[in-house]
């Protein structure tokens, strides 16, 4: 934008310089008419030639020009093993855009004057950009990638597709003759070595290609780390030789539909057969693909609740003996949460007062940690109810023998106790910010801080390394929009929520924050459509602030970004959701008792139109942004359609008056 500023203020500079008195009023306005219509063709030149690029880069400048790849595109390129998915995805990608032929030369060191695409690894590392980072150059001589890693590289490439047409993201051969990349420079690393997304498949269970899947698309956005939700109430996920039981019965259930937490109560004669596992053999290839795409895989075993699966495979780890007669959660409720913590109808913990759950998690972590190559293993530690554990007499009498005050200090024993086990195995410990209740945690252990940004400000303060990841900004498992609309869930985070998560807030140690990640809980997932769906567009917020500068960050350029990748997922036929051109609603009534309705638009651009006779609204029906609303007295249905630059946008959204009224009771 400087040129742009530039512009302005040589041409003003013209204008002011001059005699004013020999200009009539009348031509002073036609010269400052033409400043207006000056900036606004270059804004809309610089609009098209600025590729939309998420992240953003840390640095870029893209000037006038193009470069036009050829029919025979010639690559030179590292002979790096770590980069041989890398290129053959890069081959079969542009090979896809109208039968290019590609050849390669390695090394990079051979290339000619007729290469089209340069890959280099710096011999000499370029300490700006550290090992995530890399350059783009794109010229006149063509497409050079440059960084001091193999890792960089990888993402330099993920960020060269992103200069490419949109049709680069088909899965088939597309018809297309010319492809241009536009002139660029950039320097780009990121901001946080931890750029991670969880994914549970506990709740729901997902086949080995559908993870794989989600990796591929991860990495796209330069996230670097699955956490892996394994085992919870709902299924036991992986394979653990020593207990065959965990996957035999504790990783089926019965299969449900609608909404979770609500169904009814399995009968004995329902077949529990819903569900699925990994082998052993299943994840080493799994993790063998995530590093093929410089992605790391952190397994989580939530303990000591969210067990059930676990409990009704091996009774014997409870404290409770009715718990012989329990069986693997399929979503019916069995926690209440009316009392603002989880008080458990059946017991979905792990004794601590048990001996047997000891030897049973060193042998469950002996078998899980040679199978992940990265540092930590998440150990969960997150919303254990402890109803049961107050009327224990085993909890009773370790609580006595052990000096412990409450179960909140029993829970503090089993976490010490269990990063004894952890680190045996050459793992560091990792877990919820529960973890922090009852004190005594070892400085080792890292804390990922979910309720909020509070126990990361206090973890960081007392030594612990910290991964922010705030259910108010990157909970993507809850609703984009108002629940009007969107599949049901208990609370929204919205796109702009996600978009101002900021991993290092004020209050937090800087230097012991690794980073951030996005959580996908699958209780309400029953299909990877859907869990696309909910992961897009926040993803792409969260990735940039993950990755982004912090000065780099704007709301209406982010947008304008999204709405281009909207278009390369429309390519790729990905599923992601409008939520963000539909309104935030606000019900209330005036003095006369009449129900006012409020609707304020997310994103710029958006006109809201709406109708009360049961017709179907368009451009042409009255708007209603920013404005109230009253309520006929005898409708009872508001019909709303989303509109941008003449189009609609979003859904049609019914909100029944009956919907309204308890919302403003």
């Not at 089209?116 to 710096?122: G, K, P, S």
């Not at 039981?245 to 077949?271: H, I, W, Y």
């Not at 309720?451 to 390394?465: D, L, P, Y």
Request: charged residues 25%.
């Amino acid at each position: 934008m400087l040129v742009k500023a530039n512009l302005q203020n040589h041409l003003e500079n013209f204008i002011f310089s001059s005699n004013f008195n020999n200009y009539s009023l009348f031509n002073y306005i036609k010269m400052r008419f033409l400043i207006l219509v000056l900036l606004f063709s270059f804004t809309c030149n610089l609009w098209a030639q600025t590729p939309a690029i998420i992240p953003i880069p840390v640095k870029s400048e893209y000037p006038t020009g193009k470069y036009l790849l050829p029919k025979s595109i010639i690559i030179a390129a590292p002979k790096d093993e770590a980069l041989k998915t890398a290129f053959k995805t890069l081959e079969t990608k542009l090979s896809n855009l109208g039968g290019r032929k590609i050849q390669w030369i390695q090394p990079a060191s051979t290339a000619t004057a007729l290469t089209n695409i340069r890959l280099q690894i710096n011999s000499t590392a370029n300490a700006e950009l550290g090992k995530e980072g890399y350059n783009i150059l794109v010229d006149t001589k063509g497409v050079q990638i440059q960084a001091n890693s193999a890792k960089g590289l990888f993402y330099g490439i993920q960020t060269f597709y992103q200069l490419l047409p949109k049709e680069v993201e088909s899965a088939s051969p597309v018809a297309i003759a010319t492809i241009s990349v536009p002139f660029a420079k950039i320097t780009d690393y990121p901001r946080f070595e931890w750029r991670g997304m969880m994914f549970d498949v506990a709740r729901h269970f997902f086949t080995k290609d559908e993870v794989k899947k989600f990796i591929d698309e991860m990495a796209q956005y330069k996230y670097n780390l699955l956490h892996w939700h394994l085992t919870d109430d709902e299924g036991w996920r992986i394979e653990i030789k020593s207990y065959p039981n965990l996957t035999k019965k504790g990783a089926f259930n019965v299969k449900k539909e609608g909404r979770f937490t609500t169904f009814s109560k399995p009968g004995k004669d329902e077949p529990r057969t819903y569900g699925g596992f990994y082998t052993q053999e299943d994840i080493k290839e799994v993790v063998q693909y995530a590093k093929e795409r410089f992605v790391d895989i952190m397994p989580e075993v939530d303990v000591p609740g969210h067990s059930m699966a676990a409990v009704a495979s091996y009774p014997e780890l409870s404290c409770t003996p009715e718990a012989k007669d329990y069986q693997v959660i399929s979503g019916e409720p069995f926690i209440d949460w009316s009392h603002g913590h989880p008080e458990a109808l059946q017991d979905n913990t792990l004794c601590p007062a048990n001996e047997n759950v000891y030897v049973f998690l060193d042998k469950v972590f002996g078998e899980i940690a040679p199978l992940f190559p990265f540092e930590y293993v998440h150990i969960g530690g997150d919303e254990c109810p402890k109803n049961y554990w107050d009327k224990n007499p085993q909890i009773l009498e370790l609580r006595k023998r052990e000096g412990l005050k409450n179960s909140q200090e029993v829970q503090a024993y089993f976490m010490r106790r269990l990063s004894k086990i952890v680190t045996s195995k050459g793992k560091q410990m990792l877990g919820w910010d529960e973890i922090l209740e009852g004190g005594g945690l070892p400085k080792s252990t890292a804390v990922m801080s979910w309720r909020g940004i509070a126990g990361g400000i206090q973890a960081s303060n007392e030594g612990h390394a910290v991964v922010m990841t705030p259910n108010d900004n990157v909970y993507i498992d809850l609703m984009q929009g108002d629940g009007f609309i969107e599949p049901p869930v208990y609370r929204a985070v919205r796109l702009k929520d996600s978009y101002d998560f900021n991993p290092v807030p004020a209050g937090v140690k800087a230097d012991m924050v690794k980073g951030g990640q996005a959580n996908l809980w699958s209780e309400q997932l029953f299909n990877y459509r859907h869990a696309q769906y909910m992961t897009y567009p926040r993803s792409f917020a969260i990735a940039e602030c993950l990755w982004s500068p912090l000065a780099n960050k704007n709301w209406n350029d982010f947008i304008n970004r999204t709405e281009k990748h909207f278009e390369r997922f429309d390519v790729a036929e990905k599923k992601y959701a409008p939520s963000m051109y539909e309104p935030i609603f606000k019900f209330s009534r005036n003095s006369l008792g009449e129900i006012m309705v409020n609707l304020t638009p997310e994103t710029e651009g958006v006109t809201f139109h709406y109708s009360f006779d049961y017709s179907y609204p368009d451009k042409f029906y009255p708007i209603a942004n920013n404005t109230q609303v009253i309520v006929p007295k005898d409708a009872d249905l508001m019909r709303i359609i989303c509109i941008k630059n003449g189009k609609q946008v979003g859904r049609f959204i019914d909100v029944p008056v009956s919907g309204m009224v308890k919302r403003i009771k």
